[in-house]
């Protein structure tokens, strides 16, 4: 038998980094084979069938910068680390556990550090990090009220800066929700998560921890995105989702959750479908649990792309405003033909996002928070428990 | 032949192809033509000059007419799912993607067929085939992300292959662009056409070296009407071996008869956690479809020989999604491994189905001879093996270690009546070991058709035929 021949060798390359840079962690780096189980899951692949903007590219180009084949202002590079939604939808469905979403961190650590990041994001990234302008925006436009310093019996409402100006109503339905169990500390600033996904991971983990320091015990949070920075930084026991705080309580003592009736549209009961939050799904695998509370108030209806990011993907849709709603446009495709009384969201963003989109298209479908859409049944039924 | 040699591609030729299929889709920058550099396979890598998204069967046409005639190498490209590094541009030029040619043009029940683009997924085909109640039989692990022609270039196997059959059994026709740019149609809608040279089964399998395939016909099947899998643990992969060997003596023919080894459990426990029986050395998947009747008798048979064989468990799955689990699960074995450590390089040895355990056998001691870490799972019901080895690159020798296994473990295959390939090809990574299976007279004649479809020699270079 023959041994291997030149050409093969040629076509060879040596496992591992030639001379790593550090900028990516090796062990996850390494973790990929490149089977490419993650290309049907990605949105932005779907949108070009081209393996540039796929997760197995994205990570090729990654081990290319890492090993020094290619340099941070590569224009692929610069393209893809910006094209990249980051919602993670790669992750789950690899077999191989890669760890995309840190990957991704890393690379735009790396590739958007200091004033290489684009403007928009720098303006964001500043805006965001200012506590007192984002208190200001909440007061004025409504949110939930501060009760003071985090009570240390209660469950800390967390207000997310662009929720508490964008959806003021979101944090008042949750205290009506939860009523008694919820305080909603003041002061409370940005959870970083913006800043983590933007090119900032240290500022991110700065400002979760600053606010986890102010806000001791555990933290609800009604933004799917913040939610897992937050748990990421804070430990996973410490910050609790909204659906997942719901379906708990209410399964652990079914006898004390609130009588919930139905929401009704049109003199039935309302058609009601749902709009993943991301990170929520594929960075905390909560999947489950929004959809059976819709499915206690109002029928369900599972559009074929619930699970798939919408387009807004933190700042992206103000970023890359057409990719963004090219991302989107299947959405609304499908909500228009599944002919929905209200589209559920359990993420800010992802409420602007669709807002938006189906105001455009005149659409008679309207968007709820998750918290809206229980505080409705909860209006509709006999109230809270006695 | 005399294999084309690396030049780069002078500005007019890409000015021409940007002229044929559109600025946008010829990629020359160094970014992007890394990431088409590699395929599914572990340690191979080459730059292309070009990458060339074409959107219909002219474009294709125009481009090879060019490659051709300025003796430019072309390696056509699906999803790049391949594990035989067969779509690594070895000598440069253009790689040749055709995801952008994606759609299923047709599912005709009244012709139990479909036509598809070249581009479209094996599993948009089952899935626009199922939504008409037909069924396209071969299902590679891969079925997500591979292309069908990429399937057809590859002659790609299956979870079903054992009373189905491979890809090769449900291609009707091909459109195929030849390296000198002309379009012909070989077969077509027809179960009989003996029509001239079976040149449709010629071009499945010829890994990208012939012709450009730019559409498929394949033949559709009707669904039947019910299926079920269930699951045997075994200490020993060779008692699961084992116990294949006796369910196709005692009659039956299933549709699926898969199986992995201890370390694969693990592995793929990790990932799916279907609550897996991690202790068990072996774990055998056995399926079946047809009536329900059938199915359900099909079923306790294969448990009952498994039992008697000395299964330490016989489960069968509730109902269709736990089924489907199982199947997915199996499915991704092979990236599942890759938790294991940085590289995973995995091996397709088939012997015929009586030789299993054998088989088995001498890879635990091929592993143990070489000291590396190997683990092993496949389609039991084809005789045909994945033995993995696993191993870290900074581990001293151990690359060589593996390579060293490898060469035994086709030595070993070829000694029990078996082959270096079942189903993933022989690309780049086997090209080293095709003699010993072909010999020198088939060799020589592989070249000869391949000059006859390619005189130029552009189409894939340095692969089968060269
Ligand atoms: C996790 C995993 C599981 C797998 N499971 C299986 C399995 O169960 N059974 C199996 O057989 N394989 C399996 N494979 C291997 C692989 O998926 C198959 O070989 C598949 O057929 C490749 O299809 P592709 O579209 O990715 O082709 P590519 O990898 O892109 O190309 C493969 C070959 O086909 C040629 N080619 C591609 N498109 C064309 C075209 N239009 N015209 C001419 N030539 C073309 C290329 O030049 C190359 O030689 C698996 C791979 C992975 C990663
Ligand atoms: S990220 Fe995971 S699924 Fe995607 S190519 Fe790499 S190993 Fe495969
Ligand atoms: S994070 Fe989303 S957009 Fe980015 S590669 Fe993964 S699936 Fe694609």
New interface residues.
Partial sequence: ?????D??D???????PVAPRGIFDPDLL????????C??ACPTYSLT????SSP??RI??MR?LEEG??DED????VE?ASFCLGCRACEPV????VQYGALFEQWRDHQWRGRRAPVRARALRAATTVTPAITAAGVLRGAARRTGPADVDKVHLMLGCAERALFPGVSRAVVELLPGAVDVPSGQGCCGALHGHNGDSAEGVRLATALGDRMPGTVLVTAGGCATHLAHVLGRDRVRELSEVHVERWDAAPDAAPALGEVRAGGRRARVGLQDSCHLRNGRGVVRQPRDLVARVADYVELPSAGRCCGSAGTYAMLRPEDSRAVLDVHLDEIEAADLDHLVVVNVVCQRQLVEGLRRRRSRTTVLHLAELLAVALRAGCGPPA | MT?VTRTGLDPVALDTLRGIVGERYV?T????V?????????????RPDAVV?PASTAEVSAVLTLATRLGIPVTPRG???NLA?AT?P?HGGIVL?L??M?KVLEVSGAELLAVVQA?A?T?ALSDAAAAQGLLYAPDPG?R??STVAGNVAMCAGGLRGLKYGVTRNYVLGLEVVLPTGEVIRTGGRLWKDVAGYDLTRLLTGSEGTLAVITEVTVGLLPLPAASGTGVAYFDHLADAGRAVAQIIADGVLPATLEFLDNRCINA?E??AGLGLDRAAGALLLFGDDGAADVVARSLERMGTTCAAIGARGVTTARDVAESEALLTARR?S???L??LA???MLEDATVPRPRLAEMVDRIDAIAARHDVVCATFGHAGDGNLHPTIVFD??DGDV?ERA?AAF?DV??AAMELGGTITGEHGVG??K???L??RLGDDQLALLRRLKTAFDPAGILNP?KLGS
């Fill in positions: 038998m023959s041994g291997p021949d050409a093969r040629e076509a060879r390359e040596d496992a591992g390494s973790a990929c084979i490149s089977c490419g189980f290309l049907p069938q081209d393996e540039r197995r590219g090729s180009l290319a084949r290619l590569d224009p692929t590079l893809q690899c077999p191989a556990g | 294999p990629l920058s160094d970014g992007d890394e990431v088409y550099s590699r395929d599914a396979t572990p340690l191979f890598r080459g998204l999803a790049g799912s590094a690594i070895e993607v995801t952008r994606n581009g997924t599993a891969s997500t992300v793929v990790d990932f991704c092979l990236p599942a890759a938790r940085p590289v995973t690159p900074a690359r390579e060469a086709f030595a780049a990574a090209r080293p070991y003699r010993a340095g």
